[in-house]
Nanobody
Framework: QVQLVESGGGLVPPGGSLRLSCAAS????????MTWVRQAPGKGPEWIST????????WYADSLKGRFTISRDNAKNTLYLQMYSLNPEDTALYYC?????????????????RGQGTQVTVSS
């Protein structure tokens, strides 16, 4: 079955960095775009970034561009999110998601699988 397992979260001071990982299994990873999403306490999900199948195309939320970097290793079936200059507003549950459609990314069609998430807390 499809599984997405995130790791790498934790407590980090303001200005710090973290690298999140999402290990994928149960499907052909290199036939899907992949996405990172976060949800802060009391707020709805916020799209962070999407990467294409080959890793050559990336898209970011305007507010996060320049601080976050998405990447993937298809040989390891793993998605990554490198985060820099973290601030308390970045505190959230971060999770990876697989789009419903194979081969393409259509935000309107949504996602059919997501991981449980990894908690990121930015605090001194």
């Amino acid at each position: 079955q499809v599984q997405l397992v995130e790791s790498g979260g934790g407590l980090v001071p303001p200005g710090g960095s973290l690298r999140l990982s999402c290990a994928a299994s149960g499907f052909t990873f290199n036939t899907y775009y992949m996405t990172w999403v976060r949800q802060a306490p009391g707020k709805g999900p916020e799209w962070i970034s999407t990467i294409n199948i080959g890793g050559t195309g990336t898209w970011y939320a305007d507010s996060l561009k320049g601080r976050f970097t998405i990447s993937r290793d298809n040989a390891k079936n793993t998605l990554y999110l490198q985060m820099y200059s973290l601030n308390p507003e970045d505190t959230a549950l971060y999770y990876c998601a697989r789009p419903k459609l194979q081969w393409v990314w259509s935000p309107a069609r949504g996602y059919d699988y997501r991981g449980q998430g990894t908690q990121v807390t930015v605090s001194s």
